[in-house]
């Protein structure tokens, strides 16, 4: 994710945009992963990476901009947005590593209190301290989650030091050509999402957009995509939670992201540091 935020950033559309996992992708790649094995996952991602890298380079978004009208793109992103409540919600109620619901309790003290304390920072708070409402309610989860003690550092304690990504995680890549037509859907998906976020971040922003950056932007997420694939990663595409932390910072400035881009991809390359040690929770609703 760091990678292809950085290639964003720098030789794509150069907007504001983080790239991250899209729920367009997992669950087709859970499906192709279970199904026919994770070897099949890094071969549909190389070719779905071709593919928008392709459509990025011959400018094919450019010329099917018509195509991709604002009630198209509105609605297609706000589909997205609502298939990511019900994980939400899931997450909140600890569904995904508590079967037995005995922490349902804490788990949803801890969701709420987060969730109160985003909107109270965005709102209430003075000057610098506004535009760190995510930051701050992460970190007053993980305090909460120690407290009600859901907290364990043992997996990050048997991590080494320092540790770089294996090329072809998953062995010899295979190309299955139902598993790349499915995911293929995916990247149609991931594409419109992605103008879509484009154009609402240069709107918020207040910045010019064209076809070139347009083009630019999907074939950067193409490439990025192809490196995931090599890596043994998931699919990556532009973060449309993004936006809305733009307009709720109204933090815009490119730099921020390619800095915390940086930051994010040293600090991973060593599953001993902070940034890893949501790996110790128990449950993921409050990060």
């Given amino acids: 994710m ?20 899209s729920f367009a992708f997992i669950p087709r790649l859970i499906a192709i992963g279970s199904g026919i094995g994770l070897a099949a996952v890094e071969g549909t991602l190389f070719v779905g990476g071709i593919v928008g890298g392709l459509t990025g380079a011959l400018g094919l978004i450019g010329k099917l901009k018509k195509l991709f009208s604002p009630l198209v793109t509105g609605i297609t ?3 997205v947005v609502f298939s990511l409540a019900n994980v939400a919600v899931q997450y909140s109620f600890d569904y995904f590593v508590d079967a037995s619901d005995a922490t349902i309790l804490p788990s949803s003290i801890i969701a709420l209190m987060t969730f109160i304390t985003t909107i109270l920072v965005a709102l209430k708070a003075k000057r610098t301290f506004r535009t760190m409402p995510v930051i701050t309610s992460v970190l007053v989860g993980y305090i909460m989650s120690i407290v009600f003690g859901l907290v364990d550092f ?13 090329l072809f995680t998953w062995g010899t890549p295979v190309f299955d050509v139902s598993a790349i037509i499915i995911l293929l859907f995916a990247f149609m998906v991931s594409i419109i999402e992605s103008a ?10 207040d ?25 043994g990663a998931c699919g990556t595409t532009s973060y ?18 390619q800095i915390g881009a940086g930051i994010s991809y040293c600090s991973h390359s060593s599953p001993n540091s902070p940034a890893c040690w949501p790996l110790s929770l128990h449950r993921y609703s409050v990060v």
Wanted: hydrophobic share 45%.
């Fill in 2 to 21: 760091s990678i292809a935020t950085l290639l964003q950033t720098f030789i794509g559309s150069k907007f504001f945009v983080v790239q991250g996992s």
């Fill in 196 to 205: 879509g976020d484009y154009h609402a971040i240069s709107t918020i922003a």
């Fill in 207 to 231: 910045l010019p957009i064209d076809n070139k950056k347009i083009n630019r932007g999907i074939g950067s997420e193409g490439i990025s995509c192809f490196i995931a694939g090599v890596f």
């Fill in 77 to 79: 992103i706000t589909l």
């Fill in 154 to 166: 043992t997996l990050v304690k048997s991590l080494p030091f320092f540790s770089l990504p294996n």
């Fill in 240 to 257: 449309s939670e993004n936006i809305g932390l733009v307009a709720l910072t109204r933090v815009s400035c490119v730099q921020v992201v």
